[in-house]
Structures are given as structure tokens and as C-alpha cells.
């Protein structure tokens, strides 16, 4: 049986309980409680910060030639001292700037029955329909939230007749009129949340929807009026239809499944994840999860951030906001494999708005043409240093973003994205241009200073703690792939071949990847030992994934890939969610499928809360999105020109299928296997373009389709 349903036997006390529901825009975390049911509500776009000009710190380029000479000495803790005092944002405590803010919850829904009776209690969540469900005694609930008419629909049949309705939220003018909720608040962004409720043939319908003036001049609470209006015209059954088709599309498009001996499903959800070693149908489900879970959480103005959208807080973990050191980047890896490419679509908004607001960071901060964006940004587009730069100054965080574009470019081969973003790819690269100085200790170009996300090694000088150095490993490889896609878009587009050149002389001159002394890709320019050889972020294996610089096809670095997963391993690395999903992803393109799978059970046993989030800790949802992106490309890989048919099987998926999925240059691949080898698999070609495929250790050339059958 598909594995689609989340099942518990108990009602949520704790919000890491309770089951999430999203329609891109809106979101609600059903508690299911039997006395007073509490619905907690998520609106993308409530935040409390604004744009600010003055991030930006006009000190840094003052420094910076001052900086390199020191890092070039190899003085790094003089370097590092004075990165710290200006080679930060304007205020230190960003953190802490009003500026900045956070998402913030939509609020608190509580619906009172007085009635507690519990028998034969359960609570669901059916992913391919996008609808909880709660049942006790003989009360039955129904949550769902509709895409097109952008509301949320709570239905509860029973002991309704005395149900209080009441709604709570800090910050907000509430009003009660007949039937009626509204709530308006100011961030100073305006929100609005209006709920409706009515009766009708013994059950009780409640519609919420929620709105703010966010990238908009219309009045939030005539657009929540509008909304629900037409919502409860359509009426209940039109909505729930809707919700249902558009979950059952969009989850049918790129399925997997898995042959397994007695079917778990029904033991409570919160139970199997305590114990997912023999459990394979988890697997399936945690993939079924992710996918849903981008479903509801990137559509609409804005990306999914780093909670998608569900968020209870006012000042949320990391103001729920966006990281781009790794994290938003993680959430989309799937997308494409998964044939969800319109999901992507709300992050490249959010591309063009870092890369509009990081033309002033770059002229600002480094005195350089192009545009910038370092670690983190907003809604409106932050893209200034950090408050230090072990983790804020990591200036290729956008050119990172990047490569969603290119990864666009390859599925699609659509020339109109490269002829959309061209001019932002090349400011990119321009900015990179003007950056790289020469490192006079061995003549490559590189960043300086620089840093590796969020980690630190050992001054060989005086043993103490330095985070700043010339061309880390990452950085490296980001622009080489930055200005590898730069020269591709030139050739496709047929233009700017100066540029080109240009690119060319600067490539040639960029570091190589180098091997340490525990034989491991170095993550710095030198063999520095670690500061924590165990760290979550393991950036220098970029080139492995998701990029594709490292591949069989450079033995020797494959084998050092190893190795560096392997040491990162053994102090301890992967004890947070999202890394351990990066693993995963690592270990399939190692081709070694039972690593990746026994990753995939640690991610689940160690870094899964109850209602299956990921959990950092805290919860942040890229871990749910990194380990569907990891079982898809133990299924199918096409990163270095040849697709892949099941490169990492792992011995506990011995028999099984997936239908749908996507590899690069848009073709759709179903396959079957038993006893570990492909017994069937079809290629589908979306445009006249031949390509390659390996199928049991065997390579076909085929044009446009391909059928293989044993």
C-alpha cells in the first residue's frame, strides 16, 4: 500500500506534535485536542522587519587591503581581529536590529466543545489529499486548506451545538461580531486575519484566511473579505475538491515504492520513528512527506524559509528567515528530480530581489561592480555582512542561489531563463571578477578574506581560533561553477564573448582541489587542522554535491570526498538534521547506497520530531527537504551526463519502483527492480535531444526515448 497517511492514536500537547497544513500562502498545525481544539495559524509574508539601506558597513572596504596582506602573512588571528571590528554589518547585533525582524505566527484559533470524550481516538494526516483528520467518541473533524480560493476550512460534526470560538494573537485589534473574527495588526507592515464560522445540517464550518500589505498597496482586510467571500461561495465541497486534486497532482507526478514484508502503516507515526531500522515503508513515507511539505510551503510571494512556514513564535529560531549558506538551497534540491518545477519560482523572485539589493552591498562593502549577498537575508532582500564572520562573511552565498538557475537551465533547456537572469549572473561574476586578488604565496586567485560557512581552524601561528583565510575550498568552487555557467549562457546566447574571455583568464588562474594530510579534500588554502573536526557544515565537498566537480570521473578526489565524510563522521558530524540529510545526498553520489540509507535511518531515529519535522534542534524544515532530495538521488542521478537508474541501492530496497522521476535535460524515468537489478525502465524525452543511460553497470545511447526490459 502507499505509504501517504501520518497516524497518531493521541492528541497533541506539544506544537512539534501537532500536523501541518499549507497551501504555499497559509498555514495550520492541527492539535486535535478533544476538549478545546487549538489551530495554530501561519502567514508567509507576516513579518516584523522592513527594508534598511544601512546595513551596509563603509569600514570594511577601508580594511580589506589591510586584511589581505595579513591573511598573506599568515597572521590570522591579526586578520581575524580586524575582521571582527569591520568586516561585519553597520550594527554587530543584527540579531537583535528591528530592522531585520522575523516571521511571526498568525495567530492561535481555539475551539472549545465541551466534550472530552476520547474513545477510540485517531488523528491523521493524508498527504495526497492535503487534509487532517480527527475522529473521537462521535465527533469528526476535517482541516484542509484550499489553493485556489487561498482559505483554510475547519468542518467538525458532533457535539458542535455549544462550541466558543475564540482567537488570540499578540499585537492585534480583535473584534467578535455574529459569525465573525477579525483581527488587524501593524509589523509595521499591515496584517489582517479574518475567520468565518456558520452551522449548517449539524456540523460546524469555520473559514480563516489571512493577509498583509507586503509587496502590495490593497487594504489586507478588504483582501481577506474579498477571499472568504468567494470561498463561501464556492462553498465547502468545491474547496475540499480543489485541495484534493491539487495534492493528488502534484504528489502522483514522481512516485516511488518499496517491496517490504508486513506493512507498518498502522502503528502510530510517532512510534515508527523511534524505530526505523526495519521499516522501509518510513522511507517512503518521509519522501511522500518532503514533497508535501514544499506543496504547502513555496507558493505565493515567497519562498519556503526556514520553517516553510509553519511557525508559532513571534521572534522565531534565526527569525524563521532565509539562510543562503546552505539551507534554502537544501530546500529546493528535490524540485526539479521531483517534477515540482514551479515551486522554484518564488525563490527566483527572491534571487532577483538579493541580486537588485546586492548591487549596493557590493559597491558599499567591497567597493566592486556586480552585486553581492552574504549568509542570510529577508523579504527585502538583506544582503549585508553578518555580526561576524565566521558565518556572515561568506560572500558566494548568492552565487550559490545560482545554481537553482542553472539547474533550471539544465532540466529545461529553456533559453528564456538564461536570457532572463543573464544580466544577473553576470553581475554576479563581475563582482567576483573585481574580488579575486592574487594570493602572493602561490599565485592563484581567490576571495580574501573569506571564510568557510560557519566554521573555524587552528592558527598555526599561535593555535588560537581563526575563521578568515584566502580562497576556501567552497569558494572556490562556487565561482569556478559561477563562471563555468557564466561562459555556457554566453555561448547559448551568442553575446558578450569579451566577457567570455575574460572568465576564461580568470578560471585559469583559480586554485585547484587540493588533498590534506588525512587524505581528505581540504576545506582551506592550507592543511589547517580543525577547530572542529566534526562540524555541521561540510562545505569543501560542494564539488561532490550539489555541484558536480568531483565525480568518478576524478578518481582521486572521489576517494578523498570519502574520506572527508568519513572523518567528519567519526568526531561526531551529522548531529543536525539538515547535515545529516547533506550526508545522505554525499553518499549517493558515492555510489554507496547502504551509507546513504544508513544515514537516512540516523536521520530519521536522531533528527525527527513527532509529527516527522526535521529538528535541528530546533525544527528547521530544510533536514525534511534535504532527505527527500537524498532518496531521490539514490534513485536517479544525471549531474555529470549520463543518467544513472538506481546508482545507490542499498541492499534493504532490494525490490521496488519509481515513476516520473526527472533527470537532467527533461527526461522522465520510471523504472523497476528486484533482487537489486533493473528489470524494466522507460525514458520519455521532453524535446528532440539524445542522451545516455546506465542500467545494471551497462551504458545505452538512445535519441529522445529509451525502453530497456530484462
Given at each position: 500500500?502507499?505509504?501517504?497517511?501520518?497516524?497518531?492514536?493521541?492528541?497533541?500537547?506539544?506544537?512539534?506534535?501537532?500536523?501541518?497544513?499549507?497551501?504555499?500562502?497559509?498555514?495550520?498545525?492541527?492539535?486535535?485536542?478533544?476538549?478545546?481544539?487549538?489551530?495554530?495559524?501561519?502567514?508567509?509574508?507576516?513579518?516584523?522587519?522592513?527594508?534598511?539601506?544601512?546595513?551596509?558597513?563603509?569600514?570594511?572596504?577601508?580594511?580589506?587591503?589591510?586584511?589581505?596582506?595579513?591573511?598573506?602573512?599568515?597572521?590570522?588571528?591579526?586578520?581575524?581581529?580586524?575582521?571582527?571590528?569591520?568586516?561585519?554589518?553597520?550594527?554587530?547585533?543584527?540579531?537583535?536590529?528591528?530592522?531585520?525582524g522575523s516571521n511571526q505566527t498568525a495567530g492561535d484559533l481555539y475551539i472549545s466543545s465541551h466534550s472530552d470524550k476520547s474513545e477510540r481516538y485517531v488523528r491523521e494526516l493524508l498527504l495526497d489529499e492535503g487534509r487532517a483528520q480527527v475522529s473521537f467518541g462521535n465527533t469528526e473533524r476535517d482541516y484542509f486548506i484550499s489553493y485556489n480560493y487561498n482559505t483554510a476550512v475547519i468542518r467538525i460534526s458532533g457535539d458542535t451545538e455549544n462550541a466558543e470560538i475564540r482567537y488570540e494573537r499578540e499585537n492585534a485589534s480583535i473584534?467578535?461580531?455574529?459569525?465573525?473574527?477579525?483581527?488587524v495588526g501593524y509589523l509595521p507592515m499591515k496584517f489582517a486575519v479574518l475567520i468565518r464560522y456558520l452551522r449548517k445540517n449539524g456540523a460546524l464550518y469555520i473559514f480563516i484566511t489571512a493577509a498583509t500589505s507586503y509587496k502590495t498597496d490593497n487594504d489586507p482586510q478588504k483582501v481577506c473579505d474579498e477571499t472568504l467571500k468567494r470561498a463561501m461561495a464556492a462553498g465547502y465541497d468545491v474547496?475540499?475538491?480543489?485541495?484534493?486534486?491539487?495534492?493528488?497532482?502534484?504528489?502522483?507526478?514522481?512516485?516511488?515504492?518499496?517491496?517490504?514484508?508486513g506493512s507498518k502503516s498502522d502503528i502510530p507515526t510517532n512510534e515508527r520513528i523511534k524505530n526505523p531500522e526495519n521499516d522501509i515503508g518510513l522511507v517512503e513515507l518521509?519522501?511522500?512527506?518532503?514533497?508535501y511539505l514544499l506543496i504547502g510551503s513555496s507558493r505565493g510571494k515567497l519562498p519556503a524559509n526556514l520553517q516553510g512556514l509553519w511557525n508559532k513564535d513571534y521572534n522565531a529560531p534565526w527569525g524563521a528567515d532565509y539562510h543562503i549558506n546552505?539551507?534554502?538551497?537544501?530546500?529546493?534540491?528535490f524540485a526539479e528530480?521531483?517534477?515540482?518545477?514551479?515551486?522554484?519560482?518564488?525563490?527566483?523572485?527572491?534571487?532577483?530581489?538579493?541580486?537588485?539589493?546586492?548591487?549596493?552591498?557590493?559597491?558599499n562593502v567591497y567597493g566592486c561592480p556586480g552585486w553581492v549577498a552574504h549568509y542570510t537575508t529577508t523579504p527585502w532582500g538583506y544582503t549585508a555582512l553578518g555580526g561576524s564572520p565566521v558565518y556572515g562573511a561568506f560572500a558566494t552565498a548568492g552565487a550559490w542561489c545560482l545554481r537553482h538557475v542553472k539547474e533550471r537551465w539544465l532540466y529545461s533547456g529553456d533559453k528564456e531563463i538564461l536570457r532572463e537572469f543573464y544580466p544577473i549572473i553576470k553581475g554576479a561574476s563581475e563582482f567576483f571578477c573585481s574580488y579575486l586578488v592574487t594570493d602572493p604565496r602561490n599565485g592563484y586567485l581567490v576571495t580574501a578574506p573569506a571564510s568557510s560557512p560557519e566554521n573555524s581552524f587552528i592558527s598555526p601561528s599561535d593555535g588560537s581560533r581563526s575563521s578568515v583565510c584566502a580562497g576556501p575550498t567552497m569558494d572556490v568552487s562556487i565561482i569556478r561553477e559561477l563562471f563555468e555557467f557564466n561562459i555556457e549562457a554566453i555561448e547559448v546566447l551568442k553575446t558578450d564573448e569579451e566577457f567570455k574571455e575574460t572568465l576564461k583568464e580568470k578560471l585559469a588562474k583559480m586554485p585547484p582541489f587540493r588533498i590534506g594530510k588525512y587524505g581528505q579534500i581540504m576545506e582551506w588554502s592550507e592543511d589547517f587542522d580543525e577547530a572542529e573536526p566534526g562540524h555541521r557544515h561540510i562545505s569543501h565537498l560542494y564539488g561532490l554535491h550539489p555541484a558536480a566537480l568531483i565525480t568518478e570521473n576524478t578518481p582521486e578526489l572521489f576517494a578523498a570526498a570519502r574520506k572527508t565524510i568519513e572523518r567528519r563522521l567519526a568526531n561526531g558530524g551529522g548531529h543536525t538534521g539538515w547535515s545529516r540529510a547533506w550526508i545522505v545526498n554525499f553518499f549517493a553520489r558515492l555510489a554507496d547506497g547502504d551509507k546513504a540509507y544508513e544515514n537516512i535511518v540516523a536521520l530519521i531515529k536522531n533528527s525527527t520530531l513527532p509529527n516527522m519535522f526535521d529538528n535541528h534542534p530546533p525544527f528547521q524544515i530544510d533536514g525534511n527537504f534535504g532527505g527527500t532530495a537524498g532518496i531521490a538521488e539514490m534513485l536517479l542521478q544525471s549531474h555529470d551526463g549520463c543518467i544513472k537508474v538506481v546508482p545507490a541501492l542499498p541492499k534493504a530496497w532490494a525490490n521496488g519502483e519509481f515513476n516520473g522521476l526527472i533527470a537532467r535535460g527533461g527526461f522522465k524515468v520510471s523504472c523497476k527492480w528486484r533482487n537489486g537489478e533493473v528489470v524494466c525502465c522507460e525514458i520519455t524525452g521532453r524535446r528532440d535531444i539524445s542522451g545516455k543511460v546506465r542500467i545494471n553497470g551497462k551504458t545505452y545511447e538512445f535519441e529522445r526515448d529509451f525502453t530497456f526490459n530484462k
Open positions: 500500500m502507499k505509504e501517504n497517511r501520518l497516524f497518531y492514536n493521541f492528541p497533541a500537547e506539544a506544537w512539534e506534535e501537532a500536523l501541518p497544513l499549507g497551501n504555499g500562502k497559509l498555514g495550520m498545525m492541527v492539535f486535535g485536542r478533544t476538549g478545546e481544539e487549538r489551530v495554530q495559524l501561519s502567514e508567509k509574508t507576516i513579518w516584523s522587519g522592513w527594508r534598511a539601506d544601512d546595513d551596509d558597513n563603509p569600514e570594511t572596504v577601508k580594511h580589506l587591503d589591510e586584511i589581505r596582506k595579513l591573511i598573506f602573512d599568515g597572521k590570522y588571528t591579526e586578520a581575524n581581529r580586524l575582521c571582527n571590528e569591520y568586516m561585519v554589518c553597520r550594527n554587530k547585533n543584527r540579531e537583535r536590529m528591528p530592522s531585520y473584534t467578535y461580531n455574529d459569525g465573525e473574527i477579525t483581527a474547496l475540499l475538491k480543489d485541495t484534493r486534486d491539487y495534492f493528488t497532482e502534484m504528489l502522483s507526478r514522481a512516485e516511488i515504492s518499496f517491496e517490504q514484508s518521509y519522501y511522500n512527506f518532503g514533497r546552505i539551507n534554502i538551497q537544501m530546500n529546493y534540491w528530480t521531483a517534477d515540482m518545477p514551479e515551486l522554484i519560482e518564488p525563490f527566483f523572485d527572491l534571487i532577483r530581489l538579493i541580486a537588485e539589493r546586492g548591487a549596493a552591498t557590493a559597491r
